[in-house]
Protein backbone atom coordinates (compact mmCIF):
# COMPACT_ATOMS: atom_id res chain seq x y z
CA UNK A 1 0.00 0.00 0.00
CA UNK A 2 2.67 2.44 0.85
CA UNK A 3 4.69 1.67 -2.21
CA UNK A 4 1.62 2.25 -4.42
CA UNK A 5 1.00 5.40 -2.86
CA UNK A 6 4.32 6.51 -3.16
CA UNK A 7 4.14 5.98 -7.05
CA UNK A 8 0.98 7.31 -7.51
CA UNK A 9 3.28 10.85 -6.38
CA UNK A 10 5.51 10.66 -9.12
CA UNK A 11 5.46 10.91 -12.65
CA UNK A 12 5.70 8.29 -14.81
CA UNK A 13 9.17 9.47 -15.64
CA UNK A 14 10.23 10.20 -12.18
CA UNK A 15 9.02 6.49 -10.85
CA UNK A 16 10.92 4.74 -14.05
CA UNK A 17 14.24 7.33 -12.70
CA UNK A 18 14.00 6.71 -8.92
CA UNK A 19 16.09 3.91 -8.25
CA UNK A 20 14.97 1.16 -5.41
CA UNK A 21 16.07 -1.81 -3.23
CA UNK A 22 14.28 -4.00 -1.01
CA UNK A 23 16.12 -4.69 1.98
CA UNK A 24 15.55 -5.57 5.81
CA UNK A 25 14.88 -2.65 7.61
CA UNK A 26 18.40 -3.22 10.40
CA UNK A 27 21.01 -2.79 7.68
CA UNK A 28 22.42 -0.51 4.85
CA UNK A 29 22.62 -2.55 1.72
CA UNK A 30 26.20 -3.74 0.36
CA UNK A 31 27.84 -2.68 -2.86
CA UNK A 32 26.82 -5.69 -4.90
CA UNK A 33 23.37 -4.93 -3.40
CA UNK A 34 23.49 -1.93 -4.43
CA UNK A 35 24.18 -2.33 -7.90
CA UNK A 36 21.12 -4.71 -7.99
CA UNK A 37 18.70 -1.83 -7.90
CA UNK A 38 15.87 -1.19 -9.95
CA UNK A 39 13.24 1.68 -10.64
CA UNK A 40 10.60 1.76 -8.44
CA UNK A 41 7.84 1.61 -10.82
CA UNK A 42 9.62 -1.84 -11.69
CA UNK A 43 9.81 -2.48 -8.15
CA UNK A 44 6.28 -2.05 -7.53
CA UNK A 45 4.67 -3.97 -10.47
CA UNK A 46 6.66 -6.99 -9.31
CA UNK A 47 5.83 -6.75 -5.91
CA UNK A 48 2.14 -5.91 -6.92
CA UNK A 49 2.13 -9.12 -9.90
CA UNK A 50 0.83 -11.26 -7.34
CA UNK A 51 -2.89 -10.36 -8.84
CA UNK A 52 -2.16 -11.30 -12.32
CA UNK A 53 0.02 -15.03 -10.70
CA UNK A 54 -3.85 -15.73 -9.52
CA UNK A 55 -5.33 -14.40 -12.45
CA UNK A 56 -3.47 -17.09 -14.63
CA UNK A 57 -3.79 -19.48 -11.66
CA UNK A 58 -7.17 -19.35 -11.45
CA UNK A 59 -7.75 -19.44 -15.41
CA UNK A 60 -9.57 -15.79 -15.67
CA UNK A 61 -8.03 -14.85 -18.89
CA UNK A 62 -9.68 -14.96 -21.89
CA UNK A 63 -9.46 -13.63 -25.26
CA UNK A 64 -12.35 -11.24 -27.21
CA UNK A 65 -11.86 -11.57 -30.95
CA UNK A 66 -12.96 -9.25 -33.47
CA UNK A 67 -13.39 -9.57 -37.44
CA UNK A 68 -11.53 -8.29 -39.94
CA UNK A 69 -13.29 -8.29 -43.73
CA UNK A 70 -12.00 -8.22 -47.44
CA UNK A 71 -12.56 -5.21 -49.72
CA UNK A 72 -15.98 -6.72 -50.61
CA UNK A 73 -17.14 -7.90 -47.18
CA UNK A 74 -16.35 -11.68 -46.61
CA UNK A 75 -14.92 -12.88 -43.86
CA UNK A 76 -10.78 -12.79 -44.11
CA UNK A 77 -9.97 -13.32 -40.27
CA UNK A 78 -10.37 -12.41 -36.16
CA UNK A 79 -8.09 -10.27 -34.19
CA UNK A 80 -7.57 -12.36 -30.89
CA UNK A 81 -7.62 -9.39 -28.06
CA UNK A 82 -6.53 -10.90 -24.07
CA UNK A 83 -8.21 -10.08 -21.51
CA UNK A 84 -8.43 -10.68 -17.72
CA UNK A 85 -11.23 -10.89 -15.42
CA UNK A 86 -11.07 -9.68 -11.45
CA UNK A 87 -13.00 -11.82 -8.66
CA UNK A 88 -15.58 -9.07 -8.77
CA UNK A 89 -16.12 -9.65 -12.66
CA UNK A 90 -14.68 -6.42 -13.70
CA UNK A 91 -12.33 -6.37 -16.79
CA UNK A 92 -8.79 -6.11 -17.29
CA UNK A 93 -7.35 -4.57 -20.14
CA UNK A 94 -4.38 -5.77 -22.09
CA UNK A 95 -2.18 -2.71 -21.66
CA UNK A 96 -2.53 -3.51 -17.90
CA UNK A 97 -2.23 -7.48 -18.00
CA UNK A 98 1.17 -7.22 -20.42
CA UNK A 99 2.44 -4.07 -18.72
CA UNK A 100 2.71 -6.11 -15.22
CA UNK A 101 3.79 -9.08 -16.92
CA UNK A 102 7.16 -7.25 -18.38
CA UNK A 103 7.98 -5.93 -15.01
CA UNK A 104 7.10 -9.06 -13.14
CA UNK A 105 9.42 -11.75 -15.54
CA UNK A 106 6.09 -13.24 -16.82
CA UNK A 107 5.90 -11.92 -20.58
CA UNK A 108 6.79 -15.54 -21.58
CA UNK A 109 4.30 -17.65 -19.85
CA UNK A 110 1.39 -14.64 -20.84
CA UNK A 111 2.61 -14.82 -24.36
CA UNK A 112 2.04 -18.28 -24.61
CA UNK A 113 -0.91 -18.36 -22.66
CA UNK A 114 -2.46 -15.41 -25.27
CA UNK A 115 -1.55 -17.68 -27.73
CA UNK A 116 -3.50 -20.38 -26.92
CA UNK A 117 -6.65 -18.43 -25.80
CA UNK A 118 -6.64 -16.72 -29.53
CA UNK A 119 -5.74 -19.78 -31.40
CA UNK A 120 -8.54 -22.00 -29.63
CA UNK A 121 -11.15 -19.12 -29.79
CA UNK A 122 -10.99 -18.95 -33.93
CA UNK A 123 -10.91 -22.31 -34.15
CA UNK A 124 -13.91 -21.95 -32.21
CA UNK A 125 -15.17 -19.16 -34.74
CA UNK A 126 -14.54 -21.76 -37.59
CA UNK A 127 -17.06 -24.47 -36.17
CA UNK A 128 -13.80 -27.27 -34.85
CA UNK A 129 -14.84 -27.63 -31.35
CA UNK A 130 -12.73 -30.21 -29.26
CA UNK A 131 -12.41 -32.10 -32.54
CA UNK A 132 -11.07 -29.34 -34.45
CA UNK A 133 -8.62 -30.88 -35.81
CA UNK A 134 -10.31 -33.43 -37.24
CA UNK A 135 -13.04 -31.38 -38.79
CA UNK A 136 -10.70 -28.82 -39.98
CA UNK A 137 -7.52 -30.55 -41.41
CA UNK A 138 -8.66 -30.23 -44.47
CA UNK A 139 -9.69 -26.46 -44.70
CA UNK A 140 -7.97 -23.85 -46.71
CA UNK A 141 -10.56 -21.34 -46.43
CA UNK A 142 -10.35 -20.92 -42.44
CA UNK A 143 -10.44 -17.74 -41.32
CA UNK A 144 -7.52 -16.41 -40.35
CA UNK A 145 -6.24 -16.08 -36.34
CA UNK A 146 -4.29 -13.04 -35.75
CA UNK A 147 -2.33 -13.33 -32.60
CA UNK A 148 -0.09 -10.51 -31.20
CA UNK A 149 3.45 -11.22 -31.25
CA UNK A 150 5.43 -9.96 -28.54
CA UNK A 151 9.40 -9.66 -29.68
CA UNK A 152 10.85 -9.61 -26.34
CA UNK A 153 8.63 -12.68 -25.23
CA UNK A 154 10.03 -14.84 -27.51
CA UNK A 155 13.66 -16.29 -25.61
CA UNK A 156 13.23 -20.22 -27.33
CA UNK A 157 11.61 -19.89 -30.97
CA UNK A 158 12.23 -23.69 -31.09
CA UNK A 159 9.77 -24.11 -27.48
CA UNK A 160 7.05 -21.29 -28.76
CA UNK A 161 6.69 -22.81 -32.29
CA UNK A 162 6.13 -26.16 -30.87
CA UNK A 163 3.52 -24.93 -28.11
CA UNK A 164 2.35 -22.63 -31.19
CA UNK A 165 2.47 -26.09 -33.36
CA UNK A 166 -0.08 -28.08 -30.82
CA UNK A 167 -2.50 -25.31 -30.25
CA UNK A 168 -2.99 -24.95 -33.73
CA UNK A 169 -3.37 -28.85 -34.12
CA UNK A 170 -6.04 -28.99 -31.26
CA UNK A 171 -8.22 -25.99 -32.66
CA UNK A 172 -8.17 -27.47 -35.86
CA UNK A 173 -5.86 -24.71 -37.95
CA UNK A 174 -3.44 -24.73 -40.02
CA UNK A 175 -0.07 -22.67 -39.80
CA UNK A 176 -0.68 -20.42 -42.85
CA UNK A 177 -3.76 -19.58 -40.89
CA UNK A 178 -2.28 -18.13 -38.06
CA UNK A 179 -0.57 -14.36 -38.71
CA UNK A 180 1.60 -13.00 -36.03
CA UNK A 181 1.10 -9.56 -35.34
CA UNK A 182 4.72 -7.49 -34.22
CA UNK A 183 3.20 -4.39 -32.54
CA UNK A 184 5.08 -1.41 -34.50
CA UNK A 185 5.48 0.48 -31.22
CA UNK A 186 7.29 -2.27 -28.93
CA UNK A 187 10.94 -1.09 -28.53
CA UNK A 188 12.86 -4.17 -30.50
CA UNK A 189 16.37 -3.36 -29.30
CA UNK A 190 17.50 -6.40 -31.85
CA UNK A 191 16.36 -6.53 -35.38
CA UNK A 192 18.59 -9.06 -36.07
CA UNK A 193 17.11 -11.43 -34.08
CA UNK A 194 13.91 -10.55 -34.69
CA UNK A 195 14.18 -11.11 -38.31
CA UNK A 196 15.78 -14.07 -37.39
CA UNK A 197 12.96 -15.78 -35.35
CA UNK A 198 10.02 -14.04 -37.92
CA UNK A 199 12.22 -16.18 -41.01
CA UNK A 200 11.82 -19.37 -38.64
CA UNK A 201 7.67 -18.69 -37.98
CA UNK A 202 7.86 -18.07 -41.91
CA UNK A 203 9.60 -21.21 -42.69
CA UNK A 204 6.86 -23.09 -40.51
CA UNK A 205 4.21 -21.72 -42.58
CA UNK A 206 3.18 -18.76 -40.70
CA UNK A 207 2.71 -15.54 -42.08
CA UNK A 208 3.49 -12.12 -40.42
CA UNK A 209 1.54 -8.64 -40.00
CA UNK A 210 3.29 -5.45 -38.64
CA UNK A 211 0.93 -3.76 -36.21
CA UNK A 212 -0.11 0.07 -35.60
CA UNK A 213 1.71 1.21 -39.24
CA UNK A 214 1.97 5.13 -38.86
CA UNK A 215 1.51 5.24 -35.17
CA UNK A 216 5.35 5.37 -34.19
CA UNK A 217 8.92 6.32 -35.73
CA UNK A 218 9.78 2.97 -36.46
CA UNK A 219 7.04 1.51 -39.06
CA UNK A 220 8.80 2.54 -42.17
CA UNK A 221 12.05 0.81 -41.17
CA UNK A 222 10.57 -2.12 -40.01
CA UNK A 223 8.58 -2.59 -43.41
CA UNK A 224 11.21 -2.58 -45.18
CA UNK A 225 13.36 -4.91 -42.96
CA UNK A 226 10.98 -7.53 -41.97
CA UNK A 227 8.87 -7.42 -45.45
CA UNK A 228 5.32 -8.97 -43.86
CA UNK A 229 2.49 -10.43 -45.44
CA UNK A 230 -0.19 -7.77 -43.84
CA UNK A 231 0.70 -4.27 -42.59
CA UNK A 232 -2.08 -2.50 -40.60
CA UNK A 233 -2.69 0.55 -41.19
CA UNK A 234 -2.83 2.81 -37.73
CA UNK A 235 -6.23 3.68 -36.38
CA UNK A 236 -5.52 7.36 -35.85
CA UNK A 237 -4.97 7.72 -39.33
CA UNK A 238 -7.81 5.53 -40.29
CA UNK A 239 -10.42 6.98 -37.87
CA UNK A 240 -11.90 10.09 -39.84
CA UNK A 241 -10.37 9.64 -42.88
CA UNK A 242 -13.32 10.17 -45.36
CA UNK A 243 -13.16 14.17 -44.31
CA UNK A 244 -9.47 14.81 -43.83
CA UNK A 245 -7.75 15.38 -46.83
CA UNK A 246 -4.09 14.80 -45.04
CA UNK A 247 -4.93 11.80 -43.64
CA UNK A 248 -5.98 10.42 -47.08
CA UNK A 249 -2.80 11.08 -48.40
CA UNK A 250 -0.63 9.68 -45.86
CA UNK A 251 -2.85 6.86 -45.97
CA UNK A 252 -2.55 6.36 -49.90
CA UNK A 253 1.19 6.55 -49.83
CA UNK A 254 0.91 3.90 -46.98
CA UNK A 255 -1.28 1.70 -49.29
CA UNK A 256 1.00 2.23 -52.39
CA UNK A 257 4.33 1.09 -50.30
CA UNK A 258 2.51 -2.35 -49.02
CA UNK A 259 1.58 -3.31 -52.18
CA UNK A 260 4.43 -1.97 -53.66
CA UNK A 261 6.14 -4.96 -51.10
CA UNK A 262 3.77 -7.31 -51.76
CA UNK A 263 1.92 -7.27 -49.53
CA UNK A 264 -1.79 -6.15 -47.95
CA UNK A 265 -2.74 -3.38 -47.08
CA UNK A 266 -5.16 -3.71 -44.15
CA UNK A 267 -6.89 -0.80 -42.02
CA UNK A 268 -7.36 -0.80 -38.53
CA UNK A 269 -9.93 0.92 -36.55
CA UNK A 270 -13.32 1.12 -39.58
CA UNK A 271 -15.53 2.60 -37.35
CA UNK A 272 -18.16 4.37 -40.20
CA UNK A 273 -19.43 3.44 -43.30
CA UNK A 274 -17.84 6.85 -44.88
CA UNK A 275 -14.52 5.91 -43.78
CA UNK A 276 -14.89 2.37 -45.01
CA UNK A 277 -16.50 3.86 -48.45
CA UNK A 278 -13.38 5.58 -48.82
CA UNK A 279 -10.70 2.73 -47.85
CA UNK A 280 -12.08 0.64 -50.57
CA UNK A 281 -11.73 3.27 -52.95
CA UNK A 282 -8.51 3.98 -52.04
CA UNK A 283 -7.35 0.39 -52.43
CA UNK A 284 -7.13 -0.75 -49.26
CA UNK A 285 -7.24 -4.44 -48.79
CA UNK A 286 -9.17 -5.60 -45.29
CA UNK A 287 -10.89 -3.55 -42.58
CA UNK A 288 -11.33 -4.23 -39.12
CA UNK A 289 -13.24 -2.46 -36.85
Wanted: with cysteine.
Amino acid sequence: GMLRALVGTLTGEEAQHTRALVLPDDRLPTLAESMRTTSLRQLAARLEGGWLVDMIEEERLFTLVQPIVTRDGGLFGYESLLRGRERDGAVVPAGRLFGTAEAAELLFTLDLIARRLGIEAVGGANGAGANGAAIGAGRHDQAKAFINFNPSSNYDPDFCLRETAGFIAQAGLRPENVVFEVIESTEVKDRAHLRSILCYYRQAGFKIALDDVGAGFSGLTLLAELHPDIVKIDMGLVQGVAAEPFKQSIVRHLIELTHEGGALALAEGVETEADADWLRRAGVDLLQG
